[in-house]
């Protein structure tokens, strides 16, 4: 093989502007397609982590019953009378979460008891979901405890946590007093522990954290619960999952991705599209390097005739030009992994989120560069094939005359 790689190498320099220019635009190419891999991956994943910040990744709830037709004297009709509210409670729940605790795949578990409340302060009211916790719990599933901006991650049968602009409406803050009612008991008054801000305004008004203990007095629910949350180890395998869980329980299973669809399509379709960028791209490249193979072949025709006349076999010839589009393909793909790495950094400083908070940020991802070195080398021989095969099929005395 060294006599392919020298020969290879001087047809290569023997270029000139011609092999300079072919290299730039493959790494050009190459750069854009890391950027755009490394920048729509970290906005998956940061679109991931602000929706799934203070939601499960799989949530267990009481089962809707069937509703059953009624028939009112002879009627033909059926006419079918549907249950006025879901299962309050999830039926035999401890053991059930002790099960779920030791299913593969489940990383942790949180009883929630949930139900609609009113927080009154002053003659100022407020509607909210006051849902209750075990703080340790709910840090397991959740990344909620990164949400608190002020007071204490932690709940006594006295205590509540609410969000920044409910906090703002009322007028209150951490320390302060409140009183949390619903619509099955008069409630009690409840010291604000701390302050959370999810960073959207509706979910800040929305919702009112107590204890489990708690929020199973208020709600009625006397040692019982409204739903378990699990976090899973894999997060795009939690549909699979819950597909799973749902036929060895009667409750219902849902996966984060069949309660946010919107979200789901959304990733779906930025994938493919960036799928179908990196493909034309690829082949532009592809394109570019076939191109100035086949010119050189032109170009370096009369040599071909030479070393033919020599004694090189049409295999080596073959390898010669394979040998070009190989190094072209590797040299601009360092050069792109180079590029894609400084263009990602240099955008990560002016792309940011509404809280000034970095959307993506530049990572050397040895896995992401090793295979796009593999994968433009791969291109660049494959793109190689059909001047090479052009160039070992020529002639010699014919190439010579040329």
Known sequence: MRFEWTVAVRFLREGGLQTLM?????????????????FLGDLQADLIRRTLGV???????????????????????????????????????????????????????SPIAAGPGLITRGDTNKAVTVTGMLPE???????????????????????????ADLAHDLG????????????TSPGDV?????????????????FAYVSLPTAQALL?????????????????????????????????????????PQLRTALGNQTIMTLLIRFFLALVVA????????????QKTREIGILRAMGASRAR???????????????????????GYTLTAVMSQFVRAEDGSLLFAAQWNGTLYLFTLLGATVLGLAAAIMPARRAARLDPAQAIRI
């Open 55 to 109: 939601q499960a990744n799989i949530i267990v709830r009481p089962a809707e019953e069937v509703a059953r037709p009624l028939r009112e004297g002879d009627a033909a009709l059926p006419q079918v009378q549907a249950r006025v509210q879901r299962l309050r409670s999830v039926d035999q729940w401890q053991p059930l979460r002790q099960r779920l605790e030791n299913t593969p795949g489940i990383r942790a578990v």
């Open 172 to 183: 209150v803050w951490v320390g302060d007093k409140l009183r949390i009612s619903t619509p």
């Open 22 to 38: 072919i290299v730039a635009g493959a790494a050009a190419g190459i750069s854009v397609i890391v950027f755009m891999t490394g």
């Open 137 to 163: 719990r709910y840090a397991a599933v959740t990344r909620f405890h990164e949400k608190i901006i002020a007071g204490e991650y932690r709940l006594s049968p006295g205590d509540t946590i609410i969000g």
């Open 317 to 339: 010839i073959l390898r010669v030009f394979l040998l070009q589009g190989a190094l072209i393909g590797l040299v601009g793909a360092i050069l792109g992994c180079i590029g």
């Open 220 to 260: 009625d629910l006397p040692g019982g619960i409204s739903s378990l949350e699990l976090s899973v180890d894999d997060l795009f395998g939690a549909d699979r999952l819950a597909q799973q869980l749902q036929e060895t329980t009667p409750h219902e299973v849902e996966s984060w991705m069949r309660a946010n």
């Open 190 to 206: 409840y010291q604000i522990r701390a302050i959370y801000d999810l960073g959207q305004r509706t979910h800040n008004r929305a």
């Open 287 to 298: 394109i570019g390097v076939a191109s100035v193979l086949v010119v050189s072949v032109v």
